[in-house]
Every structure is written in structure tokens, then in C-alpha cells.
């Protein structure tokens, strides 16, 4: 079984962080979420993963590389425009060959990984095999309706009154079959090949397609918001490690990382959270699911519940939550400043004055 990640996309409702970074390489947990996706398709052991790429390609190769460090081979295939996922599969076809693959779409979170997923749909070999889960709204999602042992009755993309409420999740599991039913489909009325069309071909045509639903956590990170609900599932498996320097003034309270050549100078940091390499927090409060990544700077700060992104600096700035800070980014309180939230993009500088 090969691999079929998907990382291109223009990631428009996470601007202004996209303007600067591919959305894949945004961090939960201080781990890029594309390196997320990597790291579950090598646990089912797969070893070689085809990577879709667009704009931003360049961040994607300079992190990843050639795979070997995360036990991956991994190809790259540059897909001329975002044209619809089963247009990434027509991209791919000389590469897939005539294997199985796991279609994983580089944007989401599955916090408790594929196996049991991979090994139903090795054990059976479905002509595709879908992992689904409950959602509140299903008029927002693909939907499936299933029969007896998973059996797929019936797909809605976005129906305006679903048959169930099992949302298509970001995890495919395909044989060689679906390349025919890929070129049966036309584009969509939004102009692009959708991958639940050529799913719905293969079930009209008889071919088995089975689904389960998937019990762990899994968010699509879309949005800011989602970026953050993802960075506190992850963090909740954070197993502390205190590997960096922490003063006796400083107070660690729960399940904290201290990753190495961080220091925390007369600060109180409380758990699950995780201070990055070579980050420096002095005289500051980092509450529960806070990500501060690599060589940040927090001085007479409090936050909590956010992600600082490499390279950022805060001083002097208290009540930050929900906040997330873009790489190389500068905030200043100025006389003692105090914000709920910000979102702040790469390299940017801020200041928020006491009013």
C-alpha cells in the first residue's frame, strides 16, 4: 500500500497566516499538522507517500524533505491547480500504479491515528473504504448512510437533509479501481472532480465500499478556531519531559515540555503545554494548551489555550487566550497591555496599549 497526501489548497480562511506559510505546516502540539498526517500513514506501515503540492511547495519540501527522518520515501507530485480531490488521484495515477493507497488530506487531525481503520480495510478490501464521524451540522459534510457490517447505501455532499449524521472525514482507503470511476466523473458545478462522485460511481456500479466510524478525535483545520481545538486534543497525549532549564523560582504544574536548550526564568507554567527549543520565558504565566514554539521569547507575559509560532516575541502583555501568533511575530503591551485575543501574522508587530 502506497500513500496519497494531499497538501496544496490555498488555505483562504486561515489568512493572513497563509500568505506566508502553507496551512499544512501550521503547528498543534509544536508539530507542523502535515508531519501529523505523516507520522499516522508510517504507523499502518506504509513507507512510501506521494505528497501533492501547489503554491508553498518549496516550505513543504524544506520540512519534509525525502522522508527519511519521519521513516517515509516520500515523492512529491505538483498538481496544476486545486481542481477536487479526485483530481489529486488523476495527478498521482503514474506513481500510484496499480497499488492500494490511503488518500490522507494533509489539513487534518486524527489524534488517535488509522490503524484499526488500515487493518479493515486490509482485511477486506473494499474497493474503497471510508472513515466517517459524528458530526452536529451533516448539511456542512459528505455524508453516508450505511447498511448492515458498514456497508456504504448511500453519499450526499452537503445534503440539505442527510440520511445520517457520519461526515465524510479527510481518510481514504482506495484499491486500483477507483482510477476508472475517477475518469467516468465530469466537475462539479463548482468546476472540480469530486472524490464522493467517483466513490458514488463505484457503489452504483456494485463495486463493495465500506465505511466505519472513527471514535478518536478528528478536526479539519480549516479555520482558526479548529487550529486551536486541534492543538488541545493533541496536547491532551502530551507526555511531559523536562529536557530545557527551569529556575528555582519557577513553578511547573501538570503535564509540561520543556524541550531542550529552553530556559524558564521565575515563571509558572501549567500543563498540557509546550515550551519550544531554545524558547526563553521570563517573569510570565503559559496557562493549559499553550504551544510556544522554537526560539519564542515571552517576557512579563500570560497566556494560555494558544500557539506562538517559531521565532515570536511577547513582552509585557497579559490575558492573552485563544490567541494565535504568526513566526517571527512581535507583540508588545506597551504600558502594561491586556487583550483577550490576537491573531497576528508572520513577522508582524503589534502593540496594545492599556486603555
Known amino acids: 500500500m502506497k500513500a496519497l497526501v494531499l497538501a496544496g489548497g490555498k488555505g483562504t480562511r486561515l489568512r493572513p497566516f497563509t500568505h506566508s506559510m502553507p496551512k499544512q505546516l501550521i503547528p498543534v502540539g509544536n508539530k507542523p499538522v502535515l508531519v501529523h498526517c505523516l507520522e499516522n500513514i508510517r504507523d499502518i506501515g506504509v513507507t512510501e507517500a506521494g505528497v501533492i503540492v501547489g503554491d508553498g511547495h518549496e516550505q513543504i519540501r524544506a520540512l519534509v524533505g525525502d522522508g527519511a527522518a519521519l521513516g517515509l520515501s516520500v515523492t512529491y507530485l505538483v498538481q496544476e491547480a486545486p481542481l477536487g480531490l479526485a483530481h489529486a488521484v488523476l495527478t498521482a495515477r503514474e506513481y500510484l500504479g496499480g497499488d492500494d493507497f490511503v488518500m490522507y488530506l494533509g489539513d487534518n487531525v486524527l489524534a488517535g491515528g488509522i490503524a484499526e481503520a488500515a487493518a479493515e480495510f486490509r482485511a477486506r478490501r473494499p474497493d474503497a473504504r471510508l472513515l466517517l464521524a459524528k458530526v452536529a451540522d451533516p448539511r456542512q459534510y459528505g455524508v453516508a448512510e450505511l447498511g448492515p457490517?458498514?456497508?456504504?447505501?448511500?453519499?450526499?455532499?452537503?445534503?440539505?437533509?442527510?440520511?445520517?449524521?457520519?461526515?465524510?472525514?479527510?481518510?481514504?482507503?482506495?484499491?486500483?479501481?477507483?482510477?476508472?470511476?475517477?475518469?467516468?466523473?465530469?466537475?462539479?458545478?463548482?468546476?472540480?472532480?469530486?472524490?464522493?462522485?467517483?466513490?458514488?460511481?463505484?457503489?452504483?456500479?456494485?463495486?463493495?465500499?465500506?465505511?466505519?466510524?472513527?471514535?478518536?478525535?478528528?478536526?479539519?483545520?480549516?479555520?482558526?478556531?479548529?487550529?486551536?481545538?486541534?492543538?488541545?486534543?493533541?496536547?491532551?497525549?502530551?507526555?511531559?519531559?523536562?529536557?530545557?532549564?527551569?529556575?528555582?523560582?519557577?513553578?511547573?504544574?501538570?503535564?509540561?515540555?520543556?524541550?531542550?536548550?529552553?530556559?524558564?526564568?521565575?515563571?509558572?507554567?501549567?500543563?498540557?503545554?509546550?515550551?519550544?527549543?531554545?524558547?526563553?520565558?521570563?517573569?510570565?504565566?503559559?496557562?493549559?494548551?499553550?504551544?510556544?514554539?522554537?526560539?519564542?521569547?515571552?517576557?512579563?507575559?500570560?497566556?494560555?489555550?494558544?500557539?506562538?509560532?517559531?521565532?515570536?516575541?511577547?513582552?509585557?502583555?497579559?490575558?492573552?487566550?485563544?490567541?494565535?501568533?504568526?513566526?517571527?511575530?512581535?507583540?508588545?503591551?506597551?504600558?502594561?497591555?491586556?487583550?483577550?485575543?490576537?491573531l497576528v501574522g508572520d513577522d508582524a508587530g503589534v502593540e496594545v496599549t492599556a486603555s
Open 149 to 342: 457490517g458498514g456497508r456504504v447505501l448511500s453519499l450526499a455532499e452537503k445534503p440539505e437533509r442527510p440520511r445520517s449524521d457520519l461526515a465524510i472525514t479527510g481518510v481514504y482507503f482506495f484499491t486500483p479501481a477507483v482510477h476508472a470511476a475517477v475518469d467516468r466523473i465530469r466537475p462539479s458545478a463548482r468546476g472540480e472532480l469530486e472524490i464522493t462522485d467517483a466513490v458514488r460511481d463505484l457503489l452504483d456500479r456494485g463495486h463493495p465500499v465500506t465505511a466505519g466510524e472513527y471514535r478518536g478525535y478528528w478536526r479539519d483545520t480549516g479555520s482558526v478556531d479548529e487550529l486551536l481545538d486541534c492543538n488541545r486534543a493533541v496536547l491532551d497525549g502530551v507526555r511531559p519531559g523536562l529536557h530545557g532549564q527551569v529556575d528555582a523560582h519557577s513553578r511547573i504544574v501538570g503535564p509540561v515540555v520543556v524541550e531542550p536548550d529552553a530556559r524558564i526564568v521565575r515563571s509558572h507554567i501549567t500543563g498540557p503545554a509546550v515550551i519550544g527549543a531554545a524558547a526563553l520565558v521570563t517573569d510570565s504565566r503559559v496557562g493549559a494548551y499553550s504551544a510556544i514554539g522554537r526560539g519564542c521569547t515571552l517576557t512579563m507575559a500570560g497566556i494560555a489555550d494558544s500557539i506562538v509560532l517559531d521565532g515570536a516575541s511577547i513582552s509585557e502583555m497579559s490575558g492573552l487566550t485563544r490567541s494565535l501568533i504568526g513566526r517571527g511575530a512581535t507583540v508588545a503591551g506597551g504600558a502594561g497591555g491586556h487583550s483577550s485575543r490576537l
